[in-house]
């Protein structure tokens, strides 16, 4: 099998991309060296090769377009996991070097920002004093390695992976045969716990609980990213057998991996050139060794815990959640969060939803801390519009960036918990652009930042998704596309307000029992068509709820619909015997308008086309081209 993936790669080696070129023209070892000259020589004297591959090897991303002559430094956290001395120390450095400013990443990372280069070396050498690295958390590396923020300490935490976490970063970290010389970056996620916490099933490689035989290992899942969720690779490893599958895993991919256009050489194109099976049996012989097939995997539910504030741990004490808006913290609150830790004997736990946990921390004492300026600051529980927020850095930080993003995930939830107050939960998470660090395709409702239309000109905008589950390990389906960032808040609340009504705990069950029976379009049409009623000030609201699915048939739903809005509206019925199956075209329905003159001419346009014999709508788009 091994010959196949030869095969796969001759066939797309025609043409090497720029990167590759670049990256042979200097060794790791020659770019570190560089970064210390670079220190001494100032920001003028780094090469564009320099900013766009070297110098993102050790985490340094250049911000000139954004904070002239400053980095953006990404600081590697594996799994999430932050003694007390290293949460001083990072505050510290970012207080000194950084405008007190932190921001939380989807990866249970950090990243420090208005870096000088001058001060890189001193920095390093800061974070080094305390275990903490930057190396490889940039470009064509394989990058920080998530877990359950909880290991070791959860009730549900059958195998506490962190330590053959660290045996895997081990294998590939600081190593010059390793530093820069993958096709593309690898991200790995590897979890013990039966909670899903840290979106376990969207990496390139996953190491899932599971069982076989009665006995608990991990079950191998490949090729999950940015909208593609890792397949099952039908192997079963013991926990001492993973650190060596890894690194075989990662040998093959970075001598078979596709190296010619980089928006397609992850780990997930090469495995759909040749077939998982065909993979996995090319990855038996490179290994030399036969693998087990896979065993039931037990990881499968999503965390809960975040909204009830705090968790119950095995020895009684408890870690209690810490909800950091859009992930935006700082120097001064890491440092306050490594103190409160340490007070209390316990550790910082950064989380992928860019929140943290502080653990060990005693039922006594949990009054004494929520009463710390930090809880006040980041509320222990905040309302569900924020409790599960996650947002990128955006357009004010990343090239790539099309809105602004943090700002506009905030405004949004405070405008929700303003209008719209609920109990439940709803996880919201947003990305700038399509490559997605938001991880908007898990998300319960997922945002990308788009361009949109406003009277001719162009406006920031969004793409609005929904149905993303980590349970579930599916993704969201997109629902309205190009949508003004100013209507985008106003949208969202007319479908919570329809969550609301529903009674469900969690939006991701009201999705699954009730808006997955219709067709995205449905959806759309119930949040537009709800806020044109809302703005003309009519005291009508249409629900989604009172009607039986019929299979996702946009000309059926639409007739549907028309029919009670019609009644609603305008007191009549659109036909006296239609349920009484009277065939449709044998009556024509009065126009709304003549029947409530009330109605606004366009409202009442719209209801007619739904249900009139001829005219009638056989898409939603036609009637949201329409809606005001």
Known sequence: MIELLQKAKEKRSKKINKVEKVKEKMSPKEAYERLGELAKKGYDAITPEEKNVFLKYFGLFDKDEFTPKQFMLRVRIPGGRLTPEQAKVLGEVAKEFGNDYIDLTTRMQVELRYIHIEDVPTILERLESVGITTFQTGIDNLRNIVTDPLDGLAFDNFIKSYETLKSMQELFIKKDEWIGTLPRKFNTAIIGSIANRCNAYGHDACFMLANKDGLYGYNVYLGGKVGKVAKSADIFLRVDEVVPFYEKLIELYREYGFRDNRNKNRLYFLIEAVGMEAFRAALEEFSGQTFERAGETICRLESFEPDMGRVQLRDGSFALHMVVPGGIFSGSDMIEAGQIAAEHGGEVRLTVQQNLYITNIFASKIPEVLAKPLFSKYKNIHSPYFNNLVACAGRNECTYGV??????????????????????????????????????????????????????????????????????????????????????????????????????????????????????????????????????????????????PIGRFEPLEIFDFGLEIYKNLTADKAYLDVHNFQPVGTQKPEHPKKLNPALPEKIADIVYKMVAPKERYQVFSEILKELP
Not at 521 to 540: D, P, W
Request: some cysteine; overall charge positive; aromatic content about 10%.
């Open 403 to 548: 809105i602004p993003n943090k700002p506009d995930a905030i405004e949004m939830a405070e405008y929700l918990t303003k209008e719209l107050p609920l109990e439940g939960k709803v996880r919201m998470h947003w990305s700038a652009c399509v490559k997605g660090c938001g991880i908007h395709e898990w998300g319960d409702i997922g945002f990308i930042g788009a361009k949109a239309k406003v009277d001719g000109q162009v406006v920031d905008g969004v793409d609005i998704l929904m149905g993303g589950s980590f349970q579930k390990a599916k993704e969201a389906r997109t629902i309205l596309k190009s949508i003004p960032l100013k209507d985008a808040k106003h949208l969202i609340k007319q479908i919570m307000a329809e969550y609301k009504a529903s009674g469900y705990k969690k939006f991701e069950e009201f999705y699954e029992e009730v808006l997955s029976e219709f067709s995205p379009g449905a959806i759309a049409f119930l949040m537009k068509f709800n806020l044109a009623l809302e703005r003309e000030n009519l005291n009508y609201r249409f629900s989604l709820l009172k009607h039986k």
